[in-house]
């Protein structure tokens, strides 16, 4: 079992990540990791943060001469916005004038954070609940990310739509259709659409999402948007019907969902399908050579709560950021008086970098579940275990089922 833990707040001096149960023996570098986390920096309508943040990994234990050495990996990303924040949020006793905040943001973890751990500074809540934390996410999934690629498994997203401005070609539909692609590869559609500012698939796709975005910004509003991320390479048979906790549908569906701001979550057609025939909607069966396929992919690669070897199809939703320019209502908790909601910076729309962080999420679940059915102690041990289950799935249906 594979497990990482992320500390660190917003302005803190750094985030950390403790990562753990990967197996010794596979190859990873810093430059590798930092250029995932220069990914999620990335696209229009970013705030001031990014012009001072260049986030940068440094591994600090569990990896030696750039192989891992099956004990924990450490990493630290430092904040570099520190230096500005050390009064602030010192760990010591804090200065008689410290600013104390008392106006929480509707749609952020403020005031309910705040409540529950009976705080008498929002500040307290506003620091871990950033998405700032997602970096440390990021670094840790990018252990996952270049574990899967040594079984060539492979992982991209791109953003489908942002402030309701969709592309005239479905793309996604085209991953659902009955033309599947064998040599189809994840990682080509952010092979693409790193290329764009936003992260989308078609020029002038980007063009009216940037234009909707300036308009955002010259009312200090903000927009979400959908995205989708996808794996290819998979075995048949990762995770489990018996159990609702062994299920890797119900994994991705937590794992997405833990991110900020993502609000909705479907596999394969997801919504659309609970509106079509059940003749329409599932996924006919079909061999291909010494292998067993589907002849669509609706089910988004996932069957039973188990990977169908096609590659996994994940269409997100992601809120408009809720910190404001032009702030909404609110309440000031000292004079419980009607107030416009405090600003702190932030982004104008993030559904770019939320995609990345996406990424690096269903590396971590695809990762975990891999591990779970090939074990293995040195990458070599898992790679005899899965080279050993997959040349033999369709013989042993085949004997099993009377055929010679």
């Given at each position: ?70 004990t924990p990996i450490s990493l630290l990303i430092k904040n570099n916005d520190w230096e500005n924040w050390t009064e602030k949020m010192s760990p010591e006793n804090k200065k008689k004038d ?94 693409i659409s790193d290329k764009s500012e936003v992260r989308v698939l078609d020029e002038e796709h980007q063009k009216k999402i940037i234009n909707k975005i300036k308009i955002a910004k010259k ?35 937590e794992a997405i969902m833990s991110i900020n701001a993502v609000k909705a979550i479907e596999i394969g057609t997801g919504f659309s399908c609970a509106d079509s025939f059940g003749s329409s ?124």
């Amino acid at each position: 079992m594979i497990r990482f833990l992320t500390a660190g707040e917003s302005h803190g001096k750094a985030l950390t990540a403790i990562i753990e149960g990967f197996p010794s023996n596979m190859k990873i570098e810093e430059d590798y990791i930092n250029f995932q986390l220069k990914r999620r920096q990335s696209g229009y309508g970013r705030g001031g943060r990014m012009k001072i943040e260049s986030d940068r990994a440094e591994i600090l234990s569990g990896i030696r001469f750039r192989k891992t050495l099956g004990t924990p990996i450490s990493l630290l990303i430092k904040n570099n916005d520190w230096e500005n924040w050390t009064e602030k949020m010192s760990p010591e006793n804090k200065k008689k004038d410290s600013e104390k905040i008392s106006i929480p943001r509707p749609g952020h973890a403020d005031l309910v954070g705040t409540t529950k751990y009976n705080f008498d500074d929002i500040r307290n809540s506003i620091e871990r609940s950033s998405a700032r934390e997602t970096a440390a996410r990021v670094a840790a999934g990018s252990i996952a990310r270049k574990f899967l690629e040594e079984f060539g498994i492979t992982i991209g997203s791109y953003v489908e739509s942002i402030g309701g401005i969709y592309p005239k070609i479905n793309f996604l539909q085209n991953l659902f259709s009955n033309k599947i692609d064998e040599n189809f590869s994840a990682r080509s559609l952010s092979e693409i659409s790193d290329k764009s500012e936003v992260r989308v698939l078609d020029e002038e796709h980007q063009k009216k999402i940037i234009n909707k975005i300036k308009i955002a910004k010259k009312k200090g509003d903000t927009l979400g948007g959908t995205f989708v991320v996808a794996a290819s390479g998979l075995p048949a048979g990762m995770g489990s019907f018996i159990q609702y906790d062994t299920k890797i549908d119900a994994d991705i569906a937590e794992a997405i969902m833990s991110i900020n701001a993502v609000k909705a979550i479907e596999i394969g057609t997801g919504f659309s399908c609970a509106d079509s025939f059940g003749s329409s909607s599932h996924d006919e069966i079909i061999t291909r050579g010494e292998s067993f396929s589907r002849k669509t992919n609706r089910a988004g690669g996932i069957e039973g709560g188990m990977t169908t070897g096609l590659p996994i199809i994940v269409r997100a939703a992601m809120k408009p950021i809720a910190t404001l320019m032009s702030p909404i209502e609110s309440i000031d908790l000292e004079s419980m008086k009607k107030v416009d909601a405090r600003r702190e910076r932030s982004d104008f729309v993030a559904v770019p970098a939320c995609a990345v962080i996406a990424e690096s999420m269903l590396a971590w679940v695809l990762a975990k579940h891999f591990l779970i059915k090939f074990g293995g102690d040195s990458i070599e041990e898992t790679m005899d275990n899965y080279n050993n289950y997959t040349k033999k799935i369709f013989k042993r249906v085949k004997k099993n089922f009377g055929r010679k």
